[in-house]
């Protein structure tokens, strides 16, 4: 009776760490899952939108600085950005609605969706009444119908648009984070009861071997050894990589997306920093205002731009802004248009291009730093939903094999 007692409860744990195990391992993959495939490109998804629009309305303002005369600013260029900003907003919209979005999110996409086309419709206007105007001077003085229509579009994409990306970026932050932590916790979970499973497997096998050992008269029984062992390692190998599996899931969190996803909104802010050089330029009587929303947009920069070549390349964005404001309080118009769109070096346009490019690529770095540890933790699992299996299953037939003559002899 003792003896079957011993086997059963050997058995029983056997198993029962084999089916956390196994479920350990099936959660681990599904959390990665779900952030590498789902939540993560969402909140990318959601940070590229609100880039886009702050871009596509930096081109909208530019279009209008240049006006007709293409010897002070290539408009050409700039009309080649408006067209890609205005794909990259449809097609993150449509993308995030695709991956799957709460109620809240789904009416805040239509919202922004209706805001769009007033956007479009006003902007066309701002531009059709601007390209009716044969004689547009002094340089980068649009007429009044235009600028109005343009004011109009620009307060709808600061006080309703952007702050609905915005929303949509916050939403998929956060089913970032929740479900980062809740694979961390998950794996955490797995991790210690796989240690207690394990251990309690362990002492059960030790405490069968020492009753072999004493009821007959053996010094160690081989299979029960073989499986004491195989349990042993399965354990601590098994309770490690769900532990580190938890700590892989935090640190491509905060140490690879955050910093992609800060520089990514920093990007954004960039941009609508450019605009409001142009939009200074374009609504004087406005100029004050612009300078200083232009300022706080800096200040915001400097916090996030402290790395070396992106500080660098700040601080020649702002020179050329230096630039700039002079040659527009001097009354040097073209020069100012040129400097603000015109991307040949030592330009403003080209400073800021280059500010923006090295932006990106830091961005894209991180995000690239995240994707590659999602993919060693999918990794470091390979294996695991085969390997418990067999091992825990050839220690529970060992454990039979062990027993089974003894079980005679007691008979």
Do not use: C
């Not at 056997?14 to 391992?25: K, Q, R, Y």
């Not at 343009?150 to 309703?160: I, K, P």
């Not at 205002?289 to 020649?316: C, H, I, M, N, W």
């Amino acid at each position: 009776m003792q003896l079957r007692l011993w086997t059963a409860s050997a058995l029983a744990l056997i198993a029962v760490l084999l089916v956390m195990l196994v479920n350990g391992v099936s959660d681990a993959r599904d959390s990665l899952h779900t952030v590498g495939s789902d939540t993560a490109p969402q909140a990318a998804t959601a940070a590229d939108l609100y880039y886009a629009l702050a871009d596509m309305d930096a081109q909208v303002a530019n279009v209008l600085l240049i006006g007709h005369d293409e010897q002070i600013g290539n408009k050409q260029s700039v009309l080649r950005q408006l067209r890609r900003d205005r794909a990259a907003v449809s097609a993150a919209i449509q993308k995030l609605v695709d991956g799957g979005l709460s109620p809240e999110g789904h009416k805040v996409a239509q919202d922004l969706l209706a805001d769009l086309a007033t956007y479009d419709s006003l902007t066309g206007q701002a531009r059709l009444a601007d390209d009716q105007v044969a004689d547009r001077t002094p340089a980068g003085n649009p007429p009044a119908l235009a600028t109005n229509f343009y004011l109009t579009a620009t307060a709808l994409l600061h006080q309703d648009m952007l702050p609905a990306a915005d929303r949509l970026g916050a939403d998929a932050e956060n089913r970032l984070s929740d479900s980062a932590r809740d694979g961390r916790d998950s794996a955490h979970t797995a991790a210690l009861t796989v240690a207690l499973l394990g251990t309690a497997a362990v002492v059960v096998l030790v405490g069968f071997q020492v009753v072999l050992t004493r009821r007959f008269r053996r010094i160690l029984n081989p299979a029960l050894a073989a499986v004491t062992l195989a349990v042993a390692v399965v354990t601590g190998l098994g309770a490690s990589l769900l532990a580190d599996h938890g700590e892989r899931l935090r640190d491509a969190k905060t140490e690879a997306f955050d910093p992609f996803s800060e520089l990514a909104r920093t990007r954004a802010i960039a941009s609508d920093a450019n605009a409001d050089e142009s939009r200074y330029m374009i609504l004087p009587d406005r100029g004050t205002y612009y300078r200083a929303q232009f300022d706080g947009k800096v200040a915001e920069l400097y916090k996030t731009s402290s790395q070396p070549g992106l500080d660098r390349r700040l601080a020649a964005f702002l020179r050329d802004d230096a630039a700039l404001v002079a040659a527009v309080e001097r009354g040097d118009r073209a020069a100012a248009i040129g400097m603000a769109t015109n991307i040949g070096r030592g330009n403003l346009a080209f400073e800021f291009y280059d500010y923006q490019d090295t932006l990106d690529d830091t961005a894209t770095a991180h995000h690239t730093d995240f994707v590659d540890r999602v993919d060693d933790a999918e990794a470091a699992l390979t294996g695991w939903t085969v390997l418990p299996p067999l091992v825990l299953g050839a220690g529970v037939l060992l454990v039979v094999v062990a027993v089974r003559p003894r079980l005679r002899e007691y008979r």
